[in-house]
């Protein structure tokens, strides 16, 4: 009897995911910001503070709009489990994330998510697949939208024809690069993540053994654990509301980052932002290693007069 196949595209994009619901507190939404680094080079930054501290109460802080990427967290752990697809967890590799925000976030809520594998592209010696994620209030009102991109390793080659097999739902979502300027930076913000930054951000929800286990991480190929990507996203998308949106969250409208290259906690990340338009096209590095780690851009909903 013959062995499955590896990749079974019309199991995989037919597939329908359970809905999820995902609530958090204003206790999680400060957890959260002091995760991504807010306050921690200065707790008196009056741009930062009210992301863990309202002279109100809690229920008056703001939310960081990178927090969107903690709803769709649920169906990261659903791929070992989708119907028509085998391959080696361990080989899976986080590419990209988008997010489109649609109203600023509450400082807490129970938030209902619906997901749907929007691209599947066999590229011969790995596979791509997207999954978009919808987030609605209780109300039924539409929050955001999450779009991952993930790379399976190992499990490509399954096209059928000579030509390899690609699905998008939506065609227009291939374009989220954004190609980095050659120009000098309209502004570049420098920061140092902290040697425990990926045990203080995993309590937000992400609790991958390849940022806390020094013996998965040496497994992997990393000589200590690294930190999430999601967690130097968050980074970036701090310093380009501090430099560019003058400490106004609600400005970011989409948010599409691209993961190059690991950070170990600790290091330095430097986020260099071009403003074209009401485009923030942004790169980060890595001091210690001059290596770049994170690439993409945000697009805002509107710029203050003084830019």
């Not at 996203?233 to 409208?253: E, H, Q, S, T």
């Amino acid at each position: 009897m013959a062995d499955a196949p590896v990749v079974d595209p019309e199991l995989i994009v037919s597939h329908q995911f359970p809905e999820k619901t995902y609530s958090y507190t204003e206790r999680d939404a400060a957890l959260y910001a002091l995760g991504v680094g807010a306050c921690a080079r200065d707790a008196l930054d009056k741009d930062e503070l009210k992301y863990v501290y309202h002279q109100d109460g809690q229920q008056s802080i703001q939310v960081l709009p990178t927090l969107a990427a903690l709803m769709a967290l649920g169906y990261t752990s659903e791929l070992a489990h989708l119907p028509g697809l085998q391959f080696d967890q361990r080989l899976l590799l986080h590419g990209q994330q988008f997010i489109e925000i649609y109203k600023p976030f509450p400082s807490s809520g129970c938030i209902q998510n619906k997901a749907c594998i929007s691209g599947l592209h066999d590229k011969g010696k790995a596979t791509i697949l997207e999954i978009e994620v919808t987030s609605y209030e209780e109300s039924g009102e539409l929050l955001c939208m999450n779009r991952m991109t993930v790379y399976l390793r190992g499990t490509g080659g399954f096209s059928k024809s000579s030509h390899p097999y690609s699905y998008s739902k939506n065609p227009a979502s291939k374009n989220l690069s954004a190609k980095i300027p050659k120009s000098q930076p309209f502004a570049v913000y420098e920061e140092c993540t902290q040697p425990s930054q990926a045990l203080l951000y995993r309590l937000s929800g992400d609790y991958n053994p390849l940022h806390s286990d020094p013996m998965i991480a040496e497994i992997a190929g990393f000589s200590r654990p690294i930190l999430h990507g999601l967690c130097t996203l968050g980074f970036a998308v701090r310093a380009i509301i501090r430099c560019v949106c003058r400490g106004d969250p609600n400005m970011i409208k989409t948010i599409s980052g691209r993961f190059l290259l690991h950070v170990y906690p600790g290091e330095t990340l430097i986020t260099e932002m071009w403003l074209e338009g009401s485009r923030v096209i942004f790169q980060v590095k890595v001091k210690e290693r001059n290596r770049a780690v994170l690439s993409g851009f945000t697009d805002l909903n509107r710029l203050t007069s003084s830019l």
